[in-house]
């Protein structure tokens, strides 16, 4: 496919997209759980941090993160453009590369955007699994930048689920989502890489069940 075509693929193809999710976020009714206001929205932006979450969420957090300066590492792979022209028609800032491609030039990338004072968002199991698993990028990056770590768990009462790696989630028109930040955590450069991706795997599973409860009662 000639460049100026495949570019044209690609714009028109995240337009779509974008008008899509735009169409069925409007629908959503989307309860927060913030305890610590550390939502792009509830802060002054002063300091950036890093919010982890699973990779099948990825479509639900946009009803919670557009609009905000937050940077989404994206997969140099040919389906991570379109992911990437749809997030930048949300106003979010991605950067490609992935723990089995283009590490370093990511790493880079997400500090970079950290240093400008963007809020990182990162999905420890992405871009291609296993699922809820917890690569030790993460770890390097809250090391190298110095910023603290947040869960964060999401919960849909009704939703679409794809049959792909990650189990990608797509909420339903009308449904119900409810999001959790958990308590931040430190990555101690003296500490050991594999007891942070623990302890961080541990963290999304409560930040979930925190969202899954507030659900119930909602």
Not at 40 to 57: E, M, N, Q
Not at 72 to 81: A, M, N, Q
Not at 98 to 111: A, Y
Request: proline letters at 7%; a positive charge.
């Amino acid at each position: 496919m000639p460049v100026l075509q495949r570019r044209l693929h690609f714009w028109f193809a995240g337009w779509l997209g974008a008008l899509l999710v735009r169409a069925l976020r409007v629908t959503w009714r989307v309860r927060l759980l913030d305890p610590a206001g550390v939502a792009p929205g509830a802060r002054d932006g002063s300091r950036p941090l890093i919010l982890a979450f699973w990779h099948r969420h990825l479509l639900s957090l946009l009803a919670a993160g557009s609009g905000y300066p937050i940077c989404v590492p994206v997969s140099e792979h040919r389906d991570g453009e379109y992911v990437a022209q749809v997030m930048h028609r949300f106003g979010l800032e991605s950067v490609r590369g992935s723990t089995t491609r283009g590490s370093v030039r990511l790493l880079k990338g997400m500090l970079a955007r950290a240093r400008e004072g963007w809020t990182l968002a990162v999905t420890p199991d992405g871009p291609r699994g296993p699922r809820f698993s917890v690569q030790p990028g993460v770890a390097l990056l809250a090391r190298r930048s110095g910023l603290p770590v947040h869960p964060v768990g999401v919960a849909v009462r009704n939703a679409w689920v794809a049959r792909s790696w990650d189990a990608f989630v797509v909420p339903k028109p009308g449904t119900r989502i409810a999001i959790a930040i958990g308590p931040a955590l430190a990555a101690d450069p003296a500490a050991d890489v594999n007891a942070f991706c623990e302890a961080l795997r541990e963290a999304l599973f409560a930040a979930t069940a925190a969202a899954e409860q507030a659900l119930a009662e909602d």
